[in-house]
């Protein structure tokens, strides 16, 4: 048990995180996505895709500095389109991009302000590797974060429809605007089968990072 | 037998093969995850004439199990699978059914 335990410490030392998941899942799909990012960046997003290529929700983002002077919230609705996807025998490649309005809050200003956000997304996969690369731009009068993020991963086999899923996925991520310095790397421990996806992991610091997401 | 025979023959036993297919196979490009397999089983359940859905993400086959006397065109399965955001690059029909392809695609071992 206590090797175990080690083990699990161990990895998820080694680790640093944050997965991003495509934010249309399926026509006629709901999306509910959490994410506890180390503290520096925690979200909650629920979408609805009424067809493949388009999606509508609302999302509620939490960042904080890394020194702890710095807090933000933002509420936002947000709508998703997949701007471009090519089916290839055994892949698939996508371009999707996003804009949400909403008010934002924070503790070096009074009050909430008008938040914007803008974010696109290119990502490649096959049953076995993973590449993504997002960027958001979270916006008002009184901040300004860009949040890039590129992932990774890489499937020890291959899974299909009635096997679970696992991945191996490392991440880096810069964030503007004195939120984090340098770029943040992770490694997360993913798995999804069916309409249900955790993952799991932590930042090369050592702290926790973890996602559920559920479509149906 | 003269040609017309022949033909009304033949004829004949297209359209009992084509009656009495159970299952349409689909080969279908950029099915390489669950949420995919999941957004297409959700889609061709809802065709009255499915009785149940076959996906297997290794073959890139899309297999659905028709009721008794039912039948789905290509167009509109093709339709189906565009707006589910797939590309569908074959198309057929078999007797076989839903358990026997579902064996064929199980791993080996």
């Not at chain 1, 680790?15 to 899942?25: C, D, E, F, L, Y």
């Not at chain 2, 297997?56 to 789905?72: F, M, N, P, Q």
């Amino acid at each position: 048990m206590k090797t175990r335990l080690l083990a699990a410490a161990t990895l998820l030392a080694c680790a640093h995180v944050g997965a991003w998941a495509k934010p249309i899942a399926f026509a006629r799909g709901t999306t509910v996505m959490a994410e506890y990012g180390a503290g520096t960046m925690n979200e909650i997003q629920a979408f609805y895709a009424p067809r493949y290529w388009w999606s509508l929700g609302a999302s509620w983002l939490e960042l904080n500095s890394e020194d702890g002077s710095t807090q933000r919230r933002i509420e936002l609705a947000r709508a998703n389109l997949l701007a471009k996807r090519w089916n290839l025998p055994g892949a698939q490649a996508n371009a999707f991009v996003w804009g949400g309005l909403g008010r934002a809050t924070g503790n070096d200003f009074a009050g909430s302000t008008l938040a914007r956000n803008v974010g696109f997304q290119a990502d490649y996969e096959t049953r076995r590797v993973y590449g993504a690369f997002r960027s958001d731009l979270e916006e008002s009068r009184h901040y300004s974060h860009r949040i890039d993020t590129l992932q990774l991963g890489w499937a020890p086999y291959a899974h299909d429809y009635d096997t679970v899923a696992t991945w191996f996925v490392v991440q880096g991520r810069r964030y503007t605007g004195d939120l984090v310095r340098g770029t943040e790397t992770a490694l997360l421990l993913r798995f999804f089968k069916g309409g249900v996806w955790v993952e799991a992991g932590a930042t090369r610091d050592g702290k926790p990072q973890a996602m559920a997401m559920f479509n149906f | 037998m003269n040609f017309s025979k022949i033909s009304i023959v033949l004829l004949g036993l297209l359209l009992s093969v084509a009656a009495s297919a159970t299952t349409i196979e689909m080969e279908v490009n950029g099915l390489v995850c669950a949420f995919c397999a999941q957004g297409i089983e959700k889609t061709l359940k809802g065709f009255p004439a499915t009785d149940a859905v076959l996906i297997s993400l290794e073959h890139r086959l899309v297999a659905v199990a028709l009721k008794d006397g039912t039948d789905i065109g290509d167009a509109e399965l093709r339709r189906a699978l565009t707006e589910a955001g797939y590309t569908v690059v074959g198309i057929r029909r078999t007797d076989a059914s839903l358990e026997t392809l579902r064996a064929g695609v199980k791993p080996h071992g």
